[in-house]
């Protein structure tokens, strides 16, 4: 007997622009954003059961082990995990009795505001998909990622992207060249609900109306023009404060990227990340030396962007 394995490749992502505006009546907050993908992967790997059992089993790429430690955070590896919950949602959608064995495999830090979990998600779905014969569409499989997550649609379109409604509703950006960053990841993950409540807590303060969210075309120049100093500059993240109340060390990481000549330093997504954009590849090397020296982070990695959405790396048949 033989059964069939796909394995498909995630990317996690940064945004360089996040701007937030004022939640709705389903509580999300409208935003208007900018993600780029990077070269940081989740791996998913979906072999096919005939029993209808769905498993879920995990590890950490050694690039993430080394760079972090033993101290990652655990990842629940029940129905509650989002790739779980993405096998689940392309079983319902194409009416499919049989099950699967998923492995992860991490490359994108945990709780991180880096899409680690979309990145699982996004690649579930396609796997799923594929393993299973359904016959999707991009455009399905693209609908089935929306409702698992706001990131998520990123994750399966990858490359550079502006997302506006919930951050799922995405348009390619114009980029050229490459980009090159450092991100320094921490030990204990934020939540990124608590972190739009502290948003929503901060507005409250103020008493002044919140405005619509506006991309900054600074940042579709800079994209555009390959700059990245221009980009270093342009970096904004109204979650940002928030994140730096809930995690104020943060602040200090921030602090060393500045002091090994960033171009821009950024708390990625709704954090803990911080990340900071390099002039080159061997220049991201010496702010990662920096920071680790520094001893303001868990771990530190370099990255570039942007790099494509979910793709299929292996479709096999394997010995049961
Ligand atoms: O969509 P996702 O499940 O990733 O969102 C997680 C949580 O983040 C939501 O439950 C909500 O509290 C918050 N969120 C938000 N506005 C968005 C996206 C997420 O308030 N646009």
Not at 36 to 56: M, P
Not at 176 to 195: K, M, N, Y
């Amino acid at each position: 007997m033989t059964r069939r394995q796909v394995r498909v490749r995630a990317p996690g992502k940064v945004n360089l622009q996040l701007a937030v505006g004022a939640a709705g009546a389903d509580g999300f907050h409208p935003l208007a954003t900018v993600f780029q993908a990077l070269d940081l992967y989740e791996t998913v790997t979906a072999t096919s059961r005939t029993d209808g059992q769905i498993t879920l089993a995990m590890d950490t790429s050694r690039a993430l082990r080394e760079a972090w430690g033993e101290d990652a955070p655990a990842v629940p590896l029940d129905e509650s995990n989002l790739a779980w919950r993405a096998a689940e949602a392309v079983r319902e959608r194409y009416g499919v009795d049989a099950g699967v064995d998923l492995h992860i495999l991490k490359g994108v830090p945990v709780a991180g505001g880096m899409a680690g979990g979309s990145a699982d998600a996004a690649a579930a779905v396609v796997a799923c998909a594929q393993v299973w014969d359904c016959g999707a569409t991009r455009a399905e499989l693209a609908e089935i990622c929306a409702q698992l997550g706001s990131d998520v649609p990123f994750s399966l379109h990858g490359h550079t992207a502006v997302g506006m409604g919930r951050g799922d509703v995405l348009s390619p950006a114009m980029v050229r060249g490459e980009f090159h960053w450092v991100c320094a990841i921490q030990d204990q993950g934020l939540s990124t609900p608590a972190v739009f409540a502290r948003w929503d807590a901060m507005q409250a303060e103020r008493a002044a109306a919140v405005p619509e969210p506006t991309l900054d075309a600074a940042v579709m120049q800079a994209l555009s023009a390959g700059d990245p100093f221009a980009l270093g500059m342009a970096l904004r993240n109204d979650l940002q404060d928030a994140a730096l109340a809930l995690a104020p060390h943060l602040e200090a990481t921030m602090e060393a990227m500045y002091a090994a000549e960033a171009l821009g330093v950024i708390v990625s997504g709704s954090g803990p990340t911080v990340v900071g954009l390099a002039r080159s590849r061997q220049h991201a090397l010496g702010i990662q030396a920096h920071v680790k020296a520094a001893r303001v982070a868990a771990g530190v990695v370099t990255a570039s962007g942007p790099t494509p959405g979910a793709v299929v790396v292996d479709d096999l048949e394997v010995a049961d």
